[in-house]
């Protein structure tokens, strides 16, 4: 064997033995890095039914195959939903140990408070008196329900006043003696505007488009929620903070208000394709405009008397208003015309007001919430319908009372003079006796 291979054996030797050597020392001596995840896990024990805030949650690092199956990587998605079980610290939370976003766990089943489903602050202290009287309501109501033998409830709405009860049939029946008028005056003004020659047709296909607009913002708002581009549209009841509007949810907004507005144009259009707007004339000056939203005025109001005689009591004033305002003989100043029909709209404001009030809503709140709900899918067809109709109504009624001529240009009277008293024939001349004389 010469030289040469000798020294190349002896090279490959040596650096076989260092390699080697190496490998040793890196898998004896060097700790192995394996790849860790962070999760979210509670930094205390919480019983069931808990509400998650940021000082019960911590990141722990748990190596990538250890990660439990529906681990939280991201606090954002525990933040004010409730626990369903118990909980130890140190605990990895996972989506099946809270409550869902759009569900109703963890919300009571029954709640009993003084003020709203908000409840108290915490700083308000309990009163015995208080204390005792909703403690012998919940043990009535658990006591009724144990005595019971089977069936459904039938719970039926009530009024109570004092320790009186208003049953439920009672408003319906002063409600609907309030509207029938308002039906009949619309029925008679209808008819008697049809035998004046009036358009009604067109009249009728003006108001009966009223809702378009509505109709349309509330599709794009259902497709909007079916899709999951709006990212809170919970089907159920969730509890407060869980569906997060965030800024996809204002685009969202913006998107169906801009699709409402551009439906009135839409309708002008279509209106004006139909030819139904030729001879149709200034709205406050017709009588077919005002019977035609006299008929959509009550048709609301009866269809949300029969759903709901309480809510429809709440039509009462706007319904009579609509009388004044919709009929073209009764001359109103347009000041007066636009603040009746503010004054029709003033008993939803107020309920509106009062339930922004008890939910402790902001402005915005309010937009957002509507949108949720009606996204949500909480209003049927028929609801739909119903809403989409009473706002087409009110736009017909702020239509005329803003189109309706002013005092000062109505046209004059024409007054026919003659004679104080008969003369006879050929008084006024020309005729053969009046010349013989």
């Known amino acids: 064997m010469d030289r040469r291979k000798i020294l190349l054996i002896f090279a490959a030797a040596w650096v076989s033995a260092a390699l080697l050597t190496w490998f040793l020392y890196a898998s004896t001596k060097t700790p192995r ?5 962070a999760i979210l896990a509670a930094a205390r024990d919480m019983a069931a039914g808990t509400r998650l805030r940021k000082g019960d949650l911590k990141m722990i690092h748990v190596p990538e195959r250890d990660v439990p199956k529906l681990a939280i990587l991201d606090e954002k998605q525990a933040l004010d939903r409730p626990v369903l079980f118990p909980i130890s610290a140190n605990e990895p939370i996972t989506m099946s140990k809270v409550a869902s976003m759009a569900g109703a766990e963890g919300l009571p089943a029954v709640l009993l408070s003084a003020s709203g489903e908000r409840g108290p602050g915490a700083e308000r202290a309990v009163t015995e008196f208080r204390l005792n009287g909703f403690g012998r309501a919940a043990l009535r109501a658990i006591t009724a329900l144990d005595a019971r033998h089977g069936g459904p409830l039938n719970v039926r709405p009530a009024v109570l ?13 002063l409600v609907g003696t309030l509207l029938l008028p308002v039906f009949v005056t619309a029925i008679d003004a ?23 607009p509505f109709l349309l913002a509330a599709g794009m708002a259902l497709l909007l929620g079916v899709t999951g581009l709006l990212p809170a549209a919970p089907h159920a009841p969730v509890a407060g903070g869980a569906a997060d509007f965030g800024g996809a949810g204002w685009i969202c ?13 839409l309708r002008r ?10 001879d149709m004339g200034p709205a406050g000056d017709s009588m077919g405009a005002g019977a035609s939203i006299l008929l959509l005025v009550s048709l609301v109001s009866v269809g949300v008397w029969f759903a709901n005689p309480f809510a429809a009591a709440l039509l009462v004033p706007g319904a009579h208003i609509a009388l004044f305002v919709a009929a073209p003989e009764v001359r109103l100043r347009r000041s007066v015309a636009v603040a009746l029909v503010a004054l029709a709209a003033l008993p939803g404001l107020l309920v509106l007001a009062y339930y922004t009030h008890q939910f402790g809503l902001s402005l915005s709140q309010v937009l957002a919430t509507a949108l949720q709900v009606v996204a949500g899918g909480h209003f049927g067809l028929a609801g739909l319908l119903g809403w989409s109709y009473l706002f087409g ?14 005092l000062d240009e109505e046209p004059p009277v ?11 024939p050929g ?9 013989r004389r």
């Open 190 to 212: 209808f008819a008697r505007a049809s035998r004046r020659r009036q358009p009604m047709t067109a009249w009728v296909v003006w108001v009966a488009t009223s809702a378009l």
């Open 161 to 173: 006043s004092g320790p009186n009860v208003l049953p439920s049939w009672s408003v319906a029946l």
């Open 427 to 435: 008084s006024l001349g020309g005729t053969e006796s009046a010349l």
């Open 269 to 278: 259009y279509l209106l004006g394709a139909l030819a139904l707007r030729a």
């Open 33 to 37: 890095v394996e790849k860790t995840v």
């Open 253 to 265: 907004l913006a998107v169906v208000v801009a699709v409402g507005v551009a439906a009135f144009p």
């Open 393 to 406: 109504a009110l736009v017909c009624l702020i239509v005329v009372a803003w189109s309706q001529r002013p």
């Open 414 to 424: 024409v007054v026919t003079r003659g004679p104080r008293s008969y003369a006879g």
